[in-house]
């Protein structure tokens, strides 16, 4: 177990904990959770030995073996290869072996007493190495490199050639094959994408050690902690539950916490009311001094620290559009001629649709999103908008084309010149910018408010056709919830790129999943894909190679020559077929709705012509509906 007694640590005038004394059991699985900047990094650093605290004592025990993933790299230079680097996860697998060699080179000159105690070292330093997974870390290692979406060919090139992100997952599996018996994960998931993310999920289900996770991934939290820690406010708060217990017993604490200090207050001003009111009469001196004395001895109760709010964000109605928002025929984007990020795609997008790409990163998942939003010119095929169609586009790097130097106001009004002030600040209120808050430098605003002011730039013209690029990765829980709740709301198309598992279950209705296979559409929930991706065989789940292309729109492996053409074929007369079903369920909705207006706003209306006209219209809605059911089947 460990435990803080007392523990203070202060940043500069900050005090991050204050005197904060907590325990950690053996074989817990504890989230640690709290508004960003409360201090929940401090406490991995504290047991980590990378800070020291200012006050109190951590006690942890001697021969505890630590994994601690921190949340952003350390720079170092490695030489070795990408396996041999993530194998080499354990110091004393390295020094074992030559511990082993010396003592057997040694024996043939060793007195037989000597002999027998070198036999015994040996088998001691064998069980060792055994005990530490030694034998198995080679394997280990592959397996956890290829989980998190590195492909086979890439074992052998060097550690540093990676990106910063693609190292981090190295860092991550090598963390992780160590099995330490304490294992400390710092936002383990931040350079993940979905697959990654659902592979570390399944991973550490079954890790036996302690863990410690920090993380704002809802789905982490909830299906892998079984004890929470809150840091707020430099107080730390333990609850005997996950995520989901936690969040119900914190509203309740508060809400008790809250009466008791309103009780007590309540209690205090009576007192001072009979202090202030009698302390000039003889006949009260001594009541007046019990009330002064009965107060000196109240442990005043702190108002506690509230829920973090939400901040709301509202995105307007988009602007009308036709059925259609996009349409990409044979499309295809290649940078150098030879690898083709994806070929032959047809694909459509319509009104009000909610999607999602998922798949590893490097398949192409932002370039397809680039190339739907027409930051990037196809390579092959055409791209055609649809009728009155304005797009919204957030990229990944979405902070950094907003100047530091300029204010939230200054950023929206850029955004649309033309607009008023008042329109300006009307907007960005609805955004969470009021008041004073409008002049505040883009600088000095946090991840939370950075996200709501690009949000708010994209809507001084309001799109109807949303594409978002990684837009939770600035964000902490309840920032993630604001939006999500925002996006479900919304009512245009939306296609979003997101590595959080929670927010793309709960935001796509369909799924564009990206694969060595190629660019594979399914007409259902992230849940549905699932489902449909467990009933794959395995070489069509594989993690992505570094040369290979996307190529069709099949879930199955590509066609060639004539049967692609064929393929091809089949899918875009699916895709029309779709097109036509669900321009004719759209007529029908609108007569539906027509009709039933006449009834309520005339009088004369014939109600049993048109009571008849209603009865038909549902009847060839759900045949309809059913058709296009089947349709969708058959190209997902």
């Known amino acids: 177990m460990i435990d803080f007694i007392q523990v203070s640590k202060q940043f500069g005038t900050q005090d991050v904990l204050k005197s904060v004394t907590f325990r950690i059991n053996a074989g817990e699985r504890m989230g640690i959770v709290g508004p960003n900047g409360a201090g929940k990094s401090t406490i991995f650093g504290l047991i980590g030995h990378d800070i020291e605290a200012d006050k109190g004592e951590i006690v942890i025990p001697k021969h505890c073996r630590i994994g601690y993933l921190h949340q952003q790299l350390n720079p170092h230079e490695v030489e070795l290869n990408l396996l041999d680097y993530t194998e080499d996860s354990i110091p004393e697998l390295k020094t074992i072996p030559a511990r082993i060699h010396e003592l057997e080179h040694r024996m043939d000159s060793m007195e037989p007493v000597e002999k027998e105690r070198a036999l015994k070292q040996i088998g001691e330093l064998q069980h060792t190495y055994e005990h530490l997974g030694g034998y198995e870390m080679r394997a280990r290692a ?230 739907l939003a027409g930051a990037l010119e196809l390579s092959a095929g055409k791209r055609v908008l649809g009728h009155k169609v304005v ?107 997101s590595h959080d598992v929670t927010f793309t279950r709960n935001i796509a209705e369909q799924i564009i999943a990206i694969d060595d296979t190629g660019v594979t559409r399914y007409p259902g929930s992230y849940d549905y894909y699932l489902e449909k991706l467990e009933g794959r065989t395995p070489s069509e789940g594989s993690a992505p190679g570094g040369t290979t292309s996307v190529s069709s729109s099949s879930a199955a492996p590509a066609p060639k020559g004539k049967d692609a053409r064929k393929a091809r074929a089949a899918q875009r007369e699916a895709e029309k077929a779709l097109k036509k079903i669900e321009n004719k369920i759209e007529k029908l909705t609108e007569e539906q709705t027509a009709l039933s207006e006449e009834m309520m706003s005339r009088r004369d209306a014939d109600f049993a012509t048109i009571n008849a006209r209603l009865a038909k219209i549902q009847s060839e809605i759900q045949s309809l509906e059913t058709d296009w059911e089947t349709t969708a089947e058959a190209l997902g």
């Open 142 to 371: 592959e397996a956890a490199l290829c989980g998190l979406g590195f492909h086979v060919e890439e074992f052998t090139k060097p550690f540093s050639s990676f990106s910063g992100g693609w190292q981090m997952r190295a860092e991550l599996a090598r963390t992780l094959i160590a099995n330490p018996d304490l294992l400390m994960l710092d936002e383990p998931s931040n350079f993940l994408d979905l697959p990654a993310v659902e592979w570390l999920q399944k991973f550490l289900r079954s890790y036996e050690g302690t863990m410690l996770l920090i993380s704002h991934d809802r789905y982490l939290l909830r299906s892998l902690v079984t004890v929470t820690l809150e840091i707020a406010g430099g107080k730390t708060t333990r609850y005997q539950g996950g995520y989901d217990y936690y969040l119900k017993e914190r509203e309740d604490r508060i809400y008790h916490q809250l009466a008791a200090k309103k009780n007590q207050d309540r209690e205090i001003e009576q007192m001072e009311s009979f202090i202030r009111r009698f302390r000039a009469k003889a006949t009260k001196a001594a009541q007046v001094q019990s009330r002064i004395k009965q107060l000196e001895k109240i442990e005043r109760l702190e108002a506690p620290a509230a829920v973090a709010n939400n901040s709301k964000i509202r995105l307007g109605d988009p602007p009308h559009s036709g059925h259609e928002i996009i349409r990409l025929e044979q499309s295809g984007l290649t940078y150098d001629q030879q690898r083709w990020i994806f070929q032959d795609l047809d694909l459509n997008i319509n009104r009000g649709e909610k999607i999602a790409l998922v798949g590893y990163n490097g398949m192409g998942k932002t370039t397809l999103l680039r190339s």
């Open 391 to 497: 797009i919204g586009y957030q990229s990944q790097d979405f902070a950094e084309t907003m100047a530091p130097e300029k204010s939230v106001y200054h950023i929206v009004k850029e955004g649309n010149p033309a607009a008023s002030e008042a329109d300006v600040r009307n907007l960005l209120g609805g955004f969470g910018f009021s008041g004073d808050s409008v002049d505040k430098k883009c600088e000095v605003l946090s991840g939370g408010e950075k996200i709501r002011l690009a949000f708010a730039r994209l809507f001084i013209n309001p799109p109807n056709f949303l594409l978002l690029d990684e837009p939770t990765t600035h964000l902490d829980v309840n920032g993630r919830e604001a939006l999500e709740n925002a996006l479900k709301e919304y009512k245009g198309a939306l296609c979003v790129v």
